[in-house]
């Protein structure tokens, strides 16, 4: 899955106000009067804070910071092209269709981008110093993602040293590291990295499987997949870490070991580097109710063998996933190469009722989003439920990245073959506790609109 263009960083100009933009441009229609100016320190600089020095700041992954004024005159034009284009930041959801409502949005409102291109349009004036809002405060140095909420993590495995040479073919590096575990512990999040700045050009993704003897699950369980470890995390480009939800976790047991897969690939210059897992655990004691599972949630029928995509066409393919017992569907998370055009995820009920719960429409190989629904609408789905996600590969010139369109593509690893899966993580629960689930949702949302009446 190596794409020299998506890995190299100083070609991730693409990233240009923050991890902020997507689809195409809509017609703005401003919410501000005509006659208002608008400045940086006013209108621009809160924006940015929200939305972009996330990325655009000193030391961190976007090629410019985003932080003052004087670091973003400079690149005011290109700014305003990109939110009215709304290719930045990566949010590449269909807003029409299915939830949405997500803990981790970062796109920009109707109105945000209006702001900015009205403050472009004007000459991109800087206001009134007085204006500017106190500037946010963010790590210094490499720390983990998670460290503001649950400080320093209390696990960090890191595999082998791997050094990749300027030219060489991909490589898939696979070694087993021993977690160090001597008592079972819950997980309440997780995060992967590289270990070095110089390390995210050469690597593609990581997976981190969870590998754990669990003699009681495998003596009561045909699947142990729908309830067992699965895969511990995947990250990729774009994607911070997983955060459980409250009563929830995934189970670490003593003597368990991380199987990395990691995916390397040389980018002109030798370097070396590792992936490291950052590990959260709750306080000792502490167990959840519930255990939380990723899966990879294939869109083929009849395995990798089943995606065919043949030369200068639009394809589609789809693949079902069943729950085996009842859950909560925290995520949705595509995954396709370079001929990726869209990827839907929907819930059949037992009942027959018909779910659509996300469709990303404008599908980026450059950007891993991991879409994460707000506490209340992740979707609460019975047993027996299928999951049917649903791929679209646009093989035809009309695909700015196809590489070539008269090539019939099939399964594989590289860049150039393709993929159709959706990472989905599941949190795992009895009947009785779905009922209840949906019971106290409910009783929310009318005691909101309760509250909501005059």
Request: hydrophobic content about 40%; proline content about 8%; aromatic content about 8%.
């Amino acid at each position: 899955m190596a794409n020299t263009r998506f890995l190299s960083w100083p070609n991730l100009v693409g990233c240009a106000v923050l991890f902020a933009f997507l689809g195409s441009a809509p017609m703005l229609v401003s919410a501000q009067s005509v006659d208002e100016a608008v400045t940086f320190t006013k209108d621009i600089a809160p924006i940015f804070q929200q939305k972009c020095e996330a990325c655009h700041r000193d030391g961190s992954m976007a090629p410019m910071s985003l932080v003052n004024f004087r670091e973003t005159r400079p690149w005011a034009r290109s700014i305003k092209a990109a939110v009215a284009a709304r290719e930045m930041p990566p949010w590449h959801l269909d807003k029409t269709v299915g939830i949405q409502e997500f803990k981790n949005d970062r796109s920009l409102t109707d109105d945000q981008i209006n702001t900015i291109v009205r403050w472009v349009d004007a000459g991109a004036p800087m206001g009134d110093p007085v204006d500017m809002p106190n500037p946010m405060t963010w790590p210094k140095g490499e720390t983990w993602n998670f460290e503001e909420l649950f400080g320093p993590p209390n696990l960090i495995v890191k595999s082998p040293a791997y050094k990749m040479a300027a030219k060489a073919q991909d490589v898939w590096y696979k070694p087993v590291v021993e977690t160090g575990l001597t008592e079972a512990r819950w997980v309440r999040a997780i995060e992967i990295r590289p270990s070095t700045p110089k390390g995210r050009r050469i690597m593609h993704h990581a997976l981190a499987r969870l590998q754990q003897e669990e003699p009681e699950l495998e003596e009561t369980a045909t699947d142990p997949d729908d309830v067992g470890p699965g895969l511990f995390m995947e990250w990729a480009v774009g994607k911070q870490g997983e955060i459980t939800r409250p009563d929830s976790g995934k189970l670490m047991l003593p003597g368990s070991k991380i199987v990395w897969d990691i995916h390397y690939h040389a980018v002109g210059e030798e370097i070396t580097d590792s992936a490291e897992l950052a590990i959260y655990f709750p306080p000792k004691g502490y167990e959840p109710k519930h255990r939380q599972v990723l899966h990879l949630m294939h869109g083929i029928e009849g395995g990798s063998r089943g995606l065919d995509i043949p030369p200068n066409t639009v394809s589609v393919h789809q693949g079902f996933f069943p729950l085996k017992k009842a859950g909560r569907v925290e995520n949705f998370q595509p995954h396709m190469h370079l001929r990726g055009k869209a990827m839907s995820m929907e819930a059949l009920l037992p009942t027959g009722e018909r779910r659509m719960l996300s469709h990303v429409n404008d599908y980026q190989f450059d950007w891993h989003n991991n879409y994460v629904y707000a506490d209340h609408v992740a979707p609460l789905l019975p047993k027996g439920t299928l999951l049917r996600i649903t791929a679209w590969h646009d093989n035809t010139s009309a695909n700015r990245d196809n590489p070539d369109p008269s090539q019939w593509v099939g399964w594989g690893d590289r860049t150039v073959d393709e993929m159709a899966h959706a990472w989905v993580n599941v949190t795992y629960m009895s009947d009785e506790d779905l009922e209840s689930e949906i019971a106290q949702r409910e009783a929310s949302r009318l005691e909101l609109t309760d509250e909501q009446q005059p």
